[in-house]
C-alpha cells in the first residue's frame, strides 16, 4: 500500500502526521494553561487540589503527545531533529527542563516528606504552563520567521549567535505568536475546568478569568495572523529546490490551499465560539468548539509553513540551508516502514477517547477529593 | 569535515548523556518490574475478592506511581539529548535510530499513559475487570517501550539493515525487520528487562523484610514476599541465561569491548575467565600489555568456551586488535584507519565533483558506494578514518572501568539467583522471616540490583567507546558543535536538578514505606 506511494506523498503524508500532533499537543496545552491558574482560582487548599486533580489525570496525555511530536519529528524529518535541537539548544533546553519539573510535580506534591513543600511544586507547575507553552510558541513561530543556522557538506548544524535560539525571544512576530500559545492554553485551561470541575467558587473565579484572558488572546492572535499574511516567506523552486525570499507568501499559500483556508477559517470560528459559548452560558460546552478549533487552526498553520513550495525550518542567515519536507526527511524505505505503524494511530486514538470518558463521566468536586484513592 | 575538536566538548556531552542515563535508569527498572508485580497482586485480588490483597495491590501501585513520575521526566531528556548534544549524529543515523523512538511514542507511550489513568483513578471508576486489563496493559506499555529504546540501543552497537547513501551523506535503513531482530537488539531486550524484573522483585522482598523485622503488617509482608520472590527467581535465571548469551554476541560482535571487560591484553586460544582480580593503577596506558593485575583468580578455558563453545577459540586481546594479528586475520588499526580515510575522502571528493556538475567523476565514486567489495574493504572502516593523526589509544576504551564493571554484575548476579532462591524456597514452607539474619540479608540486598544494572549500562555504553555507532561514527564526529562552557552549565544544571528531585524521590518512599498499606 505504501511501497507503491512515491517520495514526495510520503513526506506530504508525514508532515500532515507530524503537523497533525503538533496541533493536538497545542489543544492538550489546556493542562499547562489550567496549571498558571493554580493560584488565581484555587484560593483555598481544596479548591487547589480540586483544579490540580482535574489537571493531573490528563497531564501524561500532553507530556506523550510532546514525546511523540519530538519522535515522529525524528523519524520521518530527522534534518529539523538535528538542525533546530542541536541549534537552537538554549531555546530546547529551557523548554525540557520547563517539562521535566512538571512530570514529578503532580505525583509529589501532597505526599509527605516531599522535601521541598507543596508550594515548589505548585511553582513548577506555574513556570510548566507559562514557559512550555510560550517558548513551544516562540520556536513553531520561527517556522515563518526563520532561524540564525547553516549546514556545512555533512548537514552539520552551525548557530550564528551564541544565544543558541534564545534571540528568537526578541523578534516581536515570534513573541506574538509565543504570547497568543500562552493565552489560548490559559483560555483552554479555563474551558476544560468548567466542563470538568463541579465547585461554584472556581466556575465563577473560571468565567470572569475568561474574559481576561480572551481579550490578550484574540489581540495577539490578530496580530500574529495578519502579519503572518502580510509578510514575506520562504519559497523553494520545486525544479531547483532553491530558497528564495517571496512577498505574501503565507497569504499566497492560504489561498492556492482553499481546504486549509476553509479548515482555518472554521477553526478560528470555532475557537471563538468556544470562548463565546464559556463567557455566556453554564454547562461547560466551550471546550466542544475551542479543542477542535485549535487542531483545525494549528493543523493549517503547520500546512501553510510546510505545504505549496515552502521551506518550513528556514534559515534567515543562509537561504539555502533552510529545510524543506523534501531535503530534510527520511528515505522511501522508513517513511514506507513509519506509515505503516502510522495505522495504528486510529486504534490509539479510540482506546484514548474511551479512557477519557471513562474517567470524566463525572465531574469533580470537593466530596470526590476527599473520597479517592489516588489525589495528587 | 574533520575539523578540529575541542575534546572538553565530547567529554562534557558525554558526561551530560551519561548523568541524564544513568539518573533515568535508577527509576526505569523499578518501573519495568513493578507494573508487573502489581498486576499479578490486583489479579490475584480480583480472583479471591481479599481485601488483605487489594490493601497489597494499592500500596505497591502507589509506590509505582511515584517511582513513575520522575523516569517519565528524565526520559523526555534523554530523547531530546540525541537532538541537542548528538546532532550530527541524530542526522548521520536519523534515518534509522529515529523510527524506534517514534513507534515507542506511538505505541508505548500512549499505552501505558492511558492505562495508567485508569489504573489510578478507575477503582470506583471503572468495571472491576476493566480495571484489572488497565493495570496489565500499564505493565505491557511500560515494556513495551523498553523494546523501542533496546533496539535502538542495540543497533548503534551493532548497525544493521542500513546502507549508506553518499548522496545524503547519512546512513538508511534497508531492512527494518533486520534493525528490531537483531540478535543484539533481541538479547539486549531480554536481559534488560529481565533484569528489571529482578530487580523489583528484590525491592519488594527488601520492603517486606523491614516490616517483617518491625514485626508490622506480617501477612501484607510475606504475601508481597511470595508473589516477588517467584517472580524474582524466574528473573534471575533469566538474567543470568540472557548475560550468557550477551557475553557470547559481544565477544564475536564487539571484540574491544571484550577484551577491556576481561583485560585480556594478549590474545589467546584456551583462554581464562578472571573470576575476580584487582588491577594495578597504571594498566590503563596502553600500551602498558603486562602486569595489569595485582591478583587474579583464573577459570581455565572458560572465557574461549564462553564465546565460541570450545576451548579451543581464539580470543584476541587489545594488543591484537590495536597492532593486527595476521593469523587470527585482525587487521591493525593503522591499516583500519588509512582505509577509513580513503572512504572519508571519496566522499568528499564525491561531494566536490557533484557541486561542480562533473557527473562522470561523480558517477564513478558514486558507483564505489554500490561496490560490496570497496564498501567491505573501505567504508566498514569508515568511523577509524576520523583517528588520522590522533592517538591510537583514543580508540580503546577504559579497561579498569570495563573489567570491574563487568565483575561487579556477574557477582551480584550470582548472588542475586541464590538469595531469592533461599526466599523462595523458604516461603514455600512458610518459614520465610524466622531468621532475623535473613531478613537483614535481604534489606542489605536492596540496593544492590541497582549497582548491578548500572554496571551492566557501564560496560555496554563505555565498552563501546569511542563508538556512538559501531565502527561508523565516533563519538568526536557525532558531538553537537558548541561551547563546552554551555554544555557544562546544563550539566551544572541537570546535576542539581536531579540531586533534589532524587532526594524528594527517596524520601517520600521511605515515608510512604514507613506509613505501610494503611486502610485495615
Not at chain 1, 464559556?278 to 487542531?295: E, H, K, Y
Not at chain 2, 593503577?281 to 587474579?296: A, G, L, S
Not at chain 2, 581455565?300 to 587489545?318: E, H, K, Q, R
Request: proline share 3%; with cysteine.
Amino acid at each position: 500500500m505504501f511501497g507503491n506511494l512515491p517520495l514526495l506523498a510520503l513526506q506530504q503524508y508525514w508532515f500532515i502526521i507530524v503537523s497533525l500532533l503538533g496541533s493536538i499537543l497545542v489543544f492538550l496545552f489546556f493542562v499547562q494553561g489550567g496549571q498558571t491558574f493554580l493560584f488565581r482560582i484555587g484560593k483555598s487548599e481544596t479548591e487547589r487540589t480540586i483544579i490540580v486533580n482535574t489537571l493531573g489525570r490528563k497531564w501524561e496525555f500532553t507530556f506523550s503527545t510532546l514525546v511523540t511530536f519530538g519522535g515522529a519529528f525524528f523519524a520521518s524529518f530527522p534534518l529539523f531533529y538535528a538542525t533546530s535541537f542541536g541549534g537552537a539548544y538554549w531555546v530546547w533546553m529551557a523548554i525540557l527542563f520547563a517539562f521535566v519539573i512538571q512530570a514529578v510535580s503532580y505525583e509529589f506534591r501532597t505526599k509527605a516528606s516531599n522535601f521541598l513543600g507543596q508550594r515548589t511544586y505548585e511553582w513548577f507547575l506555574f513556570i510548566n504552563g507559562l514557559l512550555g507553552t510560550f517558548l513551544i510558541g516562540v520556536a513553531v513561530a520561527t517556522f515563518f520567521s526563520g532561524s540564525q543556522f547553516s549546514l556545512n557538506e555533512m548537514n552539520s548544524v552551525r548557530w550564528a549567535t551564541g544565544a543558541r535560539g534564545l534571540e528568537a525571544v526578541l523578534s516581536a512576530f515570534n513573541l506574538s505568536l509565543g504570547l497568543t500559545v500562552f493565552f489560548l492554553a490559559r483560555v483552554l485551561g479555563l474551558l476544560y475546568f468548567q466542563k470538568t470541575i463541579d465547585n461554584d467558587n472556581i466556575l465563577t473565579r473560571t468565567k470572569k478569568a475568561l474574559l481576561y484572558n480572551a481579550i490578550p488572546f484574540v489581540v495577539f492572535f490578530l496580530t500574529f495572523a495578519v502579519w503572518l499574511m502580510l509578510r514575506e516567506g520562504y519559497a523553494v523552486n520545486p525544479e531547483s529546490g532553491e530558497v528564495f525570499m517571496e512577498p505574501f507568501k503565507y497569504l499566497h499559500n492560504l489561498l492556492a490551499m482553499p481546504v486549509v483556508l476553509v479548515m482555518f477559517l472554521v477553526g478560528v470560528l470555532a475557537v471563538l465560539g468556544g470562548i463565546a459559548i464559556g463567557l455566556l452560558r453554564d454547562g461547560g460546552n466551550g471546550i466542544w468548539f475551542a479543542g477542535p478549533g485549535t487542531v483545525l487552526v494549528v493543523f493549517s498553520l503547520f500546512m501553510l509553513a510546510g505545504f505549496n513550495n515552502t521551506a518550513f525550518y528556514p534559515s534567515a542567515c543562509d537561504l539555502q540551508s533552510s529545510l524543506t519536507i523534501q531535503n530534510a526527511s527520511s528515505s522511501h524505505y522508513t517513511l514506507v516502514a513509519l506509515s505503516w505503524v502510522s495505522l495504528f494511530v486510529p486504534f490509539v486514538l479510540a482506546y484514548i477517547i474511551y479512557a477519557w470518558r471513562a474517567l470524566n463521566k463525572k465531574k469533580i468536586d470537593e466530596k470526590e477529593m476527599q473520597e479517592e484513592h489516588h489525589v495528587y | 569535515m574533520l575539523e578540529s575538536i575541542d575534546m572538553s566538548l565530547v567529554d562534557w556531552s558525554r558526561g551530560q548523556f551519561a548523568l541524564t542515563a544513568m539518573f533515568h535508569w535508577i527509576f526505569v527498572p523499578l518501573t519495568l518490574g513493578l507494573s508487573f508485580i502489581v498486576a499479578f497482586m490486583h489479579t490475584i485480588y480480583l480472583r479471591t475478592g481479599s481485601e488483605e490483597w487489594k490493601r497489597i495491590t494499592k500500596f505497591w501501585m502507589k509506590l509505582f506511581g511515584i517511582n513513575f513520575a520522575i523516569g517519565v521526566s528524565t526520559g523526555i531528556i534523554l530523547e531530546f539529548e540525541f537532538g541537542t548534544n548528538w546532532s550530527n549524529y541524530s542526522w548521520f543515523v536519523g534515518d534509522i535510530f529515529g523510527a524506534p523512538l517514534a513507534i515507542e511514542g506511538i505505541l508505548a507511550f500512549f499505552l501505558e499513559s492511558t492505562f495508567i489513568a485508569i489504573m489510578f483513578f478507575g477503582w470506583n471508576k471503572v468495571s472491576k475487570r476493566f480495571h484489572l486489563i488497565a493495570s496489565w496493559l500499564t505493565a505491557f506499555g511500560a515494556n513495551l517501550s523498553a523494546i523501542w529504546i533496546l533496539v535502538a540501543n542495540a543497533w548503534m552497537q551493532h548497525p544493521v539493515g542500513t546502507a549508506f547513501n553518499p548522496d545524503m551523506a547519512r546512513n538508511e535503513m534497508t531492512n527494518f525487520w533486520d534493525v528490531i531482530f537483531s540478535d543484539v537488539a533481541v538479547n539486549k531486550f531480554l536481559h534488560t528487562v529481565t533484569s528489571s524484573f529482578l530487580l523489583a522483585s528484590v525491592f519488594v522482598i527488601g520492603v517486606s523484610a523491614w516490616f517483617l523485622l518491625r514485626n508490622k503488617e506480617v501477612l501484607f509482608a510475606r504475601r508481597s514476599t511470595v508473589v516477588a520472590a517467584v517472580f524474582g527467581v524466574i528473573a534471575a535465571i533469566a538474567t543470568i541465561a540472557t548475560g550468557d548469551t550477551s557475553a557470547r554476541i559481544v565477544g564475536r560482535k564487539q571484540p574491544m569491548k571484550f577484551a577491556a571487560m576481561e583485560a585480556l591484553y594478549e590474545g589467546q586460544t584456551h583462554a581464562p575467565l578472571v573470576a575476580i582480580g584487582a588491577m594495578r593503577t597504571d594498566t590503563t596506558k596502553f600500551p602498558n600489555p603486562r602486569e595489569d593485575f595485582i591478583f587474579k583468580i583464573e577459570i581455565p578455558n572458560a572465557l574461549s568456551y564462553m564465546v565460541y563453545l570450545t576451548p579451543s577459540g581464539f580470543i584476541p586481546g587489545i594488543s591484537d586488535l590495536v597492532y593486527g594479528n595476521e593469523e587470527q586475520g585482525l587487521m591493525p588499526y593503522e591499516e583500519r584507519i588509512e582505509r577509513g580515510t580513503v572512504a572519508i575522502e571519496t566522499l568528499k571528493e564525491l561531494k566536490k565533483a557533484k557541486d561542480r556538475g562533473d557527473e562522470a567523476t561523480y558517477s564513478a565514486l558514486r558507483e564505489k558506494f554500490n561496490d560490496p567489495v570497496w564498501l567491505d574493504e573501505y567504508y566498514a572502516h569508515f568511523g577509524y578514518g576520523y583517528y588520522k593523526g590522533r592517538q591510537l589509544n583514543e580508540l580503546i576504551p577504559n579497561v579498569k572501568l570495563s573489567f570491574y564493571a563487568f565483575h561487579t554484575m556477574v557477582i551480584l548476579g550470582g548472588h542475586f539467583l541464590i538469595f531469592t532462591l533461599v526466599v523462595l524456597w523458604l516461603s514455600m514452607k512458610n518459614r520465610w522471616g524466622n531468621h532475623k539474619w535473613l531478613l537483614w540479608v535481604a534489606l542489605i540486598t536492596m540496593p544492590m540490583p541497582w549497582i548491578a544494572s548500572q554496571t551492566g549500562w557501564v560496560l555496554a555504553e563505555l565498552g563501546r567507546q569511542p563508538w556512538v555507532v559501531y565502527e561508523l561514527m565516533p563519538n568526536l564526529a557525532a558531538v553537537t558543535r558548541l561551547k563546552p562552557a554551555a554544555v557544562q552549565l546544563t550539566f551544572w544544571i541537570f546535576l542539581a536538578t536531579f540531586t533534589v528531585l532524587f532526594i524528594a524521590e527517596i524520601k517520600i518512599m521511605v515515608t510512604q514505606i514507613k506509613k505501610g498499606p494503611g486502610g485495615k
